[in-house]
């Protein structure tokens, strides 16, 4: 896909690329999340992503929320482990507005005390209300035990007792650390000319006080894998195996990324869900996910059962994965991996929001964007040899972390 960058001068970059719908879509991106916090103030990334939209030196709250909400445009913003992202889509005439508003929130939010009171009593009721749902409470808790002792083990959203002791000066002090402009991506889907972007962000945020310098991420270390259980008032088991894998940097992502989805990805055909759920009926939901993150990745499969099938799932599961690792992908299965990999991303195009988004963090990750065209030659590039090499290496029943939520009484 057809995409300029350009550097402003404080080291922000202005990505755009090109669209002939009556719809644009923008973001802003900063290189940081809830990895960068102190272990005392997990959830502090989190917390500033909520109150920037609550007041700045020149707008309330309402006048921020209806800013583009008032032409039917939408706004929204979301906290990684690795980044801060704010995102719009809105009509063609609405960009001006809408990296003003980008502007003022990111670089102008005033953080007053009364709001910070609101905001925490709002993502305590977040955290309550995440506890109460164990399908996604494993995968904090499992995360957590996976990099213990290193920030990505970190909940996003913080602890009770972090999120109450927060001070307008930790976000401040957070804010001028870990918002760097050279660290920072906007970045635009619309029907402009290249010229008309780089005027409108060059209008909006070449006056952004620089502040550059290279990102400084401690790497985690890998643990022996263990093998833990937590009861609680739940009816169904719920369980997560993983472990630490490839980085986005790593030439082997490609590969596991298709092996993923071949085994337990999207769609209904991944082995996992054809020989538990189809085959057997056992769990309803069972899948594999892969993340690559900045210098290491987290491969998991989960699923959720019925404490008597719980045994029979977690041996059928390690049964699939013997059965890969002792008979890997031939030609042809790999092939028909590939076709339905490469169309589940070409489909996914169409998702213009997730689209410039991945774009920009592509642009931070690796300081340059691929074409679909790449995407695919690296997807197609994966050989067999390969798919045995990583099926070796990530499905090693001993190298599985096993982490079980089990109902109590059980």
Same mark, same amino acid.
């Given at each position: 896909?057809?995409?300029?960058?350009?550097?402003?001068?404080?080291?922000?970059?202005?990505?755009?690329?090109?669209?002939?719908?009556?719809?644009?879509?923008?973001?802003?991106?900063?290189?940081?999340?809830?990895? *960068?916090?102190?272990?005392?103030?997990?959830?502090?990334?989190?917390?500033?992503?909520?109150?920037?939209?609550?007041?700045?030196?020149?707008?309330?709250?309402?006048?921020?929320?209806?800013?583009?909400?008032?032409?039917?445009?939408?706004?929204?913003?979301?906290?990684?482990?690795?980044?801060?992202?704010?995102?719009?889509?809105?009509?063609?005439?609405?960009? *001006?507005?809408?990296?003003?508003?980008?502007?003022?929130?990111?670089?102008?939010?005033?953080?007053?005390?009364?709001?910070? *009171?609101?905001?925490?009593?709002?993502?305590?009721?977040?955290?309550?209300?995440?506890?109460?749902?164990?399908?996604?409470?494993?995968?904090?808790?499992?995360?957590?035990?996976?990099?213990?002792?290193?920030?990505?083990?970190?909940?996003?959203?913080?602890?009770?007792?972090?999120?109450?002791?927060?001070?307008?000066? *930790?976000?401040?002090?957070?804010?001028?650390?870990?918002?760097?402009?050279?660290?920072?991506?906007?970045?635009?889907?619309?029907?402009?000319?290249?010229?008309?972007?780089?005027?409108?962000?060059?209008?909006?945020?070449?006056?952004?006080?620089?502040?550059?310098?290279?990102?400084?991420?401690?790497?985690?270390?890998?643990?022996?894998?263990?093998?833990?259980?937590?009861?609680?008032?739940?009816?169904?088991?719920?369980?997560?195996?993983?472990?630490?894998?490839?980085?986005?940097?790593?030439?082997?992502?490609?590969?596991?990324?298709?092996?993923?989805?071949?085994?337990?990805?999207?769609?209904?055909?991944?082995?996992?869900?054809?020989?538990?759920?189809?085959?057997?009926?056992?769990?309803?939901?069972?899948?594999?996910?892969?993340?690559?993150?900045?210098?290491?990745?987290?491969?998991?499969?989960?699923?959720?059962?019925?404490?008597?099938?719980?045994?029979?799932?977690?041996?059928?599961?390690?049964?699939?994965?013997?059965?890969?690792?002792?008979?890997?992908?031939?030609?042809?299965?790999?092939?028909?991996?590939?076709?339905?990999?490469?169309?589940?991303?070409?489909?996914?195009?169409?998702?213009?929001?997730?689209?410039?988004?991945?774009?920009?963090?592509?642009?931070?990750?690796?300081?340059?964007?691929?074409?679909?065209?790449?995407?695919?030659?690296?997807?197609?590039?994966?050989?067999?040899?390969?798919?045995?090499?990583?099926?070796?290496?990530?499905?090693?029943?001993?190298?599985?972390?096993?982490?079980?939520?089990?109902?109590?009484?059980?």
């Amino acid at each position: 896909m057809e995409y300029n960058v350009h550097t402003l001068p404080n080291g922000i970059r202005l990505l755009h690329v090109p669209s002939a719908s009556t719809i644009s879509h923008a973001c802003i991106i900063v290189n940081t999340g809830s990895r *960068d916090e102190a272990e005392n103030k997990a959830g502090l990334a989190h917390f500033i992503e909520h109150l920037i939209f609550k007041r700045t030196e020149k707008r309330s709250t309402n006048q921020i929320l209806n800013r583009l909400e008032s032409v039917g445009a939408d706004l929204n913003a979301y906290t990684t482990k690795e980044y801060t992202c704010v995102h719009a889509s809105f009509l063609n005439p609405y960009l *001006d507005r809408t990296l003003d508003l980008f502007n003022d929130i990111i670089f102008h939010s005033t953080f007053p005390e009364e709001e910070m *009171d609101k905001e925490k009593g709002v993502i305590l009721d977040e955290i309550s209300s995440y506890i109460d749902q164990p399908e996604e409470a494993i995968n904090d808790d499992f995360e957590d035990l996976l990099f213990a002792g290193h920030s990505l083990g970190h909940n996003i959203l913080g602890t009770t007792e972090t999120v109450e002791n927060f001070t307008r000066e *930790d976000i401040i002090n957070f804010r001028k650390q870990n918002y760097k402009t050279n660290e920072i991506v906007i970045a635009v889907l619309g029907n402009y000319s290249f010229k008309s972007v780089v005027n409108n962000g060059t209008k909006h945020f070449a006056e952004v006080q620089e502040n550059a310098s290279l990102k400084e991420r401690i790497k985690p270390v890998l643990h022996q894998p263990e093998n833990k259980t937590i009861y609680k008032p739940i009816t169904q088991a719920h369980c997560l195996l993983g472990t630490q894998t490839y980085s986005t940097h790593h030439p082997y992502k490609a590969g596991l990324l298709l092996l993923n989805n071949y085994f337990g990805g999207n769609g209904m055909s991944s082995v996992l869900n054809l020989q538990i759920r189809e085959k057997y009926g056992i769990a309803y939901t069972i899948e594999s996910s892969f993340s690559p993150l900045s210098d290491t990745g987290i491969f998991t499969i989960y699923f959720g059962t019925d404490r008597e099938k719980y045994e029979k799932a977690l041996a059928l599961i390690f049964k699939e994965i013997k059965k890969l690792r002792d008979n890997p992908l031939n030609n042809l299965q790999l092939q028909k991996a590939k076709n339905k990999f490469i169309g589940q991303i070409a489909l996914g195009e169409e998702n213009r929001i997730g689209l410039i988004i991945a774009m920009a963090k592509s642009l931070i990750d690796h300081d340059k964007i691929d074409s679909l065209e790449t995407v695919f030659a690296k997807i197609n590039a994966v050989t067999t040899a390969e798919i045995a090499e990583i099926t070796t290496e990530v499905l090693d029943k001993d190298k599985l972390n096993i982490f079980t939520f089990c109902p109590i009484g059980e």
